[in-house]
C-alpha cells in the first residue's frame, strides 16, 4: 500500500516538474524573442545613423537600370523655307502643259486611267507649287533630339547625316532607323551649316557617300564630303 503511494507522489512530482519545466522554457523562449527583437531595432537604429552621416553607401540593385533623364532643352534653332520654291517663266509651263497633254492623250488611247489622273494631279501640283510661297517654318535641335514641332525625332530614333549643295541651296540630310521616314530633309542657309555640323557630329556619323545617284545629284545637288564641311 506504501509502495502504491510512494509511486503516486512521485508521479505527481514528475508531472510538476514537466510543468515547470515547460514555464520556465516557454519564459525563456519570450526572453529570447524580446532580446532578437531588441537586437533589430538597435540594429535598424545604427544602420539608419550611418547612412545619414554617409558613412554607408546604399548598393544599387543590379535588376534596376539606371537611366539618365535627358531634358528636351533646345540646343540650336533655324527656319528655313519647308520646300524648294519651284521657278518656271509661261514658256517654260506652257511646254511642261503640251507635253503632258500629249501624253494624256496618249495614256486615253491605250485605256491606262490610272496613269493619267497621276499626270494630272502632278501637273496640278506643280502649279501650285509655282505660284505659291513656301512657307517658313522653324526646326529645333534638343538635347533629346531633331524637334520639328509636331514630331520629335529622338538620337536614338536617327543613324547619320550629310550635306548638299544645289546652286546656292543647302541641305541637310537626316537617314533615320525607321521603316517610315527614311530619311528627314532640310532647306539650310549657309551660315546654318557650321553650327549644325558641330552639333550633330557629336551624336551621329557623318554619311560616306563615294558615288552619289544621278537622281539624288538631280534633285538636291551634289554631296558634299566631310573634307569639304
Given amino acids: 500500500m506504501s509502495k502504491e503511494k510512494f509511486s503516486l507522489k512521485d508521479e505527481i512530482k514528475a ?113 501650285v507649287w509655282g505660284t505659291t510661297e513656301p512657307a517658313i517654318v522653324k526646326h529645333r535641335i534638343t538635347a533629346r533630339g531633331i524637334d520639328l514641332g509636331t514630331k520629335l525625332y529622338e538620337w536614338y530614333m536617327l543613324e547619320s547625316f550629310y550635306f548638299t549643295k544645289k546652286g546656292d541651296q543647302l541641305f541637310l540630310f537626316l537617314d533615320t532607323k525607321l521603316r517610315y521616314p527614311p530619311s528627314l530633309i532640310f532647306l539650310l542657309e549657309k551660315g546654318d551649316k557650321d553650327p549644325l555640323f558641330v552639333i550633330l557630329q557629336d551624336k551621329l556619323l557623318y554619311k560616306d557617300i563615294r558615288k552619289q545617284p544621278k537622281l539624288s545629284k538631280f534633285a538636291y545637288g551634289e554631296y558634299i564630303s566631310l573634307e569639304k564641311v
Fill in 15 to 127: 508531472l510538476a516538474d514537466i510543468v515547470t519545466g515547460e514555464e520556465v522554457l516557454k519564459k525563456e523562449e519570450e526572453r529570447i524573442a524580446t532580446e532578437k527583437e531588441k537586437s533589430k531595432k538597435r540594429v535598424k537604429k545604427e544602420r539608419k545613423r550611418e547612412i545619414i552621416e554617409k558613412e554607408v553607401v546604399l548598393e544599387k540593385e543590379e535588376e534596376v537600370e539606371e537611366k539618365k533623364v535627358v531634358q528636351n532643352i533646345k540646343v540650336f534653332e533655324w527656319e528655313a523655307p519647308e520646300r524648294v520654291k519651284i521657278k518656271f517663266d509661261n514658256r517654260s509651263y506652257l511646254i511642261l502643259v503640251g507635253a503632258s497633254l500629249v501624253l494624256i492623250l496618249l495614256l486615253a488611247v491605250l485605256g491606262r486611267y490610272g496613269l493619267m489622273a497621276a499626270i494630272i494631279s502632278l501637273l496640278f501640283l506643280i502649279y
